[in-house]
């Protein structure tokens, strides 16, 4: 697995989170990227993430999701925290992050799963799902 991670400031305080993904991406993997996704909204309450997932192999169990959103979920409501999820729809991956987006909303965070990252880019910063 092999990550980017661009955390963008503007100057009018807004902080956006990028994070893109590439290689297979199993359940510690996954735990590793909210990690970090924690990690900078405990130094930044207010924060927009998207986690790009088009060039990833993800190998995860939905029991598995369940499990580590239930375990960080606390972690991730510290902050006023937007996540987009994106993935090619053509892939088996976009159902598994349809998964972890049911589970983010079940911990009363907002998450949606996208297939295209501008659609991404206009959800967080104008419009509300969960």
């Not at 909204?41 to 580590?68: G, H, T």
């Not at 911990?107 to 959800?123: G, I, N, S």
Request: with cysteine; hydrophobic share 45%.
């Amino acid at each position: 697995m092999d990550l980017d991670v661009k955390l963008l400031q503007t100057p009018e305080g807004r902080n956006h989170l990028i994070i893109i993904t590439r290689g297979q991406i199993d359940s510690e993997g996954l735990e590793l990227i909210f990690r970090q996704v924690a990690e900078t909204i405990q130094e930044l309450f207010n924060c927009k993430v998207l986690i790009d997932f088009e060039n990833a192999d993800l190998r995860l169990e939905p029991s598995d999701i369940d499990v580590l959103v239930n375990r960080l979920g606390p972690d991730l409501r510290l902050g006023n925290i937007k996540i987009a999820l994106v993935s090619s729809p053509e892939i088996d991956e976009f159902e598994q992050l349809k998964v972890l987006s049911d589970s983010l909303c079940r911990e009363d965070l907002k998450a949606a799963v996208f297939d295209y990252a501008k659609e991404a880019v206009t959800w967080l910063v104008d419009i509300e799902v969960c």
